[in-house]
């Protein structure tokens, strides 16, 4: 697959607000974005086959729609 070219958007900085973080983590612990970013917790559970970039940029449309629509190859670095 082709690396996805960044637009040259500058994306502002963020502040972390307590909102912000408890969205971060509510996505972190599902399970398709855990189990690549922390590992198994059972063993018979599978892989998601998806990468952590990936996770990192779905992670990211969710928590920041609006930054990620404006340059998503910056938001998901």
């Known amino acids: 697959m082709a690396k996805k070219k960044d ?3 500058t994306i ?5 607000t307590d909102d ?3 969205q971060l ?3 972190i612990e599902l399970s398709e974005n855990r189990v690549v970013l922390l590992g198994k ?3 018979g559970e599978n892989m998601s086959g ?3 970039v990936t996770v990192y940029q ?3 449309a969710a928590v920041f729609l ?4 404006q340059n998503a190859v910056a938001m998901g670095d």
């Open 58 to 60: 779905r992670m990211v």
């Open 20 to 22: 912000l973080v408890w």
């Open 66 to 69: 609006q930054l990620h629509s």
């Open 25 to 27: 983590l509510v996505q």
């Open 12 to 16: 502002p900085e963020i502040v972390w």
């Open 50 to 52: 998806d990468s952590k």
């Open 41 to 43: 917790w059972k063993k």
């Open 7 to 9: 637009n040259g958007v």
